[in-house]
């Protein structure tokens, strides 16, 4: 019988440290057992922060409306944390974690996450994380061929609808107090009144 107690090291993974000037893949950001929350874009680690009650009530109640629309369709929602891994079958260097997504092809989806582009992504906009959302994954979204990438502010009660046409999205604002339609769902709609009660 072998002693287990001086064998611990043999079954430990060692933990990884985080350089944040080297470029990582996919199989390092596995190794990464620090409870940090992290997106790998192109390589690039990026740590997230914790996000607000408020953000996160947006998030349920804009779930709660999807998961609705969904019932009875091919498509799927989910909500962060959930790996989307957007360029596995080529570099494997991107691990975005979207707010919320839809994915229609389930062939994409396993247990560890999203092998693959969403049909659409959400992100709701915190303090931290606009300039990210705005400019970094916006690119990187549209790179990936994303239909329909929407981006709350809670703060202004704004919604940038950004829809995928010939390679570039085109944008649409929309009020809080809108009904939005979802494009990649035909005849669905988002009642926004609802999603930024109080």
Known sequence: MMDMENNTNDSKVEEALVDYNK???YSDYLLWDD??????IDGVPY?????SRRHQKL??????????????KPCEVY?????????ADTLDNTVVQPD????CDKAKLNDT??????DMVVEILSPST???DRILKFKTYLKSGIREYWIINPDTGILDVNILSNGNYITHPYAAEDTVPVHILEGCTINLPEVFEE
């Open 100 to 103: 919320l997504l839809i994915v």
């Open 79 to 87: 909500f962060s944390p959930f790996d989307v891994r957007l360029n």
């Open 35 to 40: 409870d940090k929350r992290r997106e790998l």
């Open 59 to 72: 998030l349920g109640k804009l779930f709660i409306q999807f998961d609705n629309l969904l019932k009875g």
């Open 23 to 25: 470029l990582y893949t």
């Open 47 to 51: 740590l997230m922060s914790a996000p």
């Open 113 to 118: 996450g999203c092998k693959g582009a969403p």
């Open 130 to 132: 606009s300039r990210h």
